[in-house]
């Protein structure tokens, strides 16, 4: 029969409804004239890709974001008039210095996601162990870090941690950034070990019965068969940690690191503190963050769609 994969029609939805009553439609559903309603759809604000609802962010959207920290910038200026030039050339003079402390931040958020990666794959792989205490214990573990709040690791991490390690023939000084990257690698451990057992469950049994029927054992079902495919799904959410890991990042200006935030309020201290620098400076500081991580989150939305499970 030539229709037999065809899903039986809906009525009210995919046909003409068979009563009078009001029938309320899906959200982003069509009904029986094929129009789209609420407006979702690929064109609109909103997009559905297998059955999931995404934000439909193009370049437009980030200029426009731009446009409205620009008119913000320029409101808070138009209180002080005669100064918008000077400020604008002042916090231009500064620049070189902002992005020395920026390039701290992206140094910490590098390390801190391959620390964090390594670490949070080997504790998701234990989450998946046949051995009940090695499983337990990993939750535990991962269950902790993933549901403490980042602020209070990071100054757990800097006080607790020593200044120096002692080895009695070396003494080595462990700096403030140093602590920063110990302190946000433990809740993205916790987070992409998550990620990982996630991956690795999603996986249908018959990958894990095949392999066995093949003679092959755990370690060789797992690097060889399991982990090959868990990769692409993995990939989107490992860029939407770092994205939101780079963000965090300025949390630890509170405990004194030499990052961007800090170089930003010491070279508003050089210019005396004046208020009408603070948007020109802030401004500056946000365009910076948005041009680094909107690619990113662009990118992350991308692979999402490409690398999406269709059942």
Known sequence: MPGWRQARPVPGVTARPATDLPVLLPFGGKGAGGAEAGGIGDDGLFRRYDD????????????????????????????????????????????????EGFVLNIVISVCAMAIGTVAGAVLGLMQVSLLAPVRGGSWIVTQFFRNSPWLVLLFCV???????????????????????????????????????RGAVQSLPSGQWESAESLAFD??????????????????????????????????????????????TVQALNAEGDRPELLAPFYFFLLFIYFVFTYPIARYSIRLERIYAVKI
């Open 218 to 263: 755990r370690r060789q079902t797992l690097w060889m068969i399991i982990l090959p495919q868990c990769i692409k799904r993995m990939i989107p959410p490992w860029i939407n940690w770092y994205c939101i890991l780079t963000m965090a990042t300025p949390l630890c200006s509170i405990m004194g690191v030499e990052e961007s935030v800090t170089h």
């Open 52 to 99: 999931r609802l995404f934000l439909n962010l193009g370049p437009r959207h980030g200029l426009a974001l731009l446009l409205i920290f620009a008119l913000w910038a320029g409101a808070a200026q138009a209180a002080a008039p005669g100064t918008v030039m000077w400020s604008i050339t002042t916090a231009f003079k500064w620049v070189p210095f902002i992005l």
């Open 158 to 196: 800097m006080l607790l941690f020593p200044f120096e390690l002692d080895f009695g023939y070396v003494v080595i000084p462990v700096p403030d950034w140093i602590k920063a990257v110990i302190g946000f690698s433990l809740p993205i451990m916790a987070n992409i070990s998550e990620v990982v």
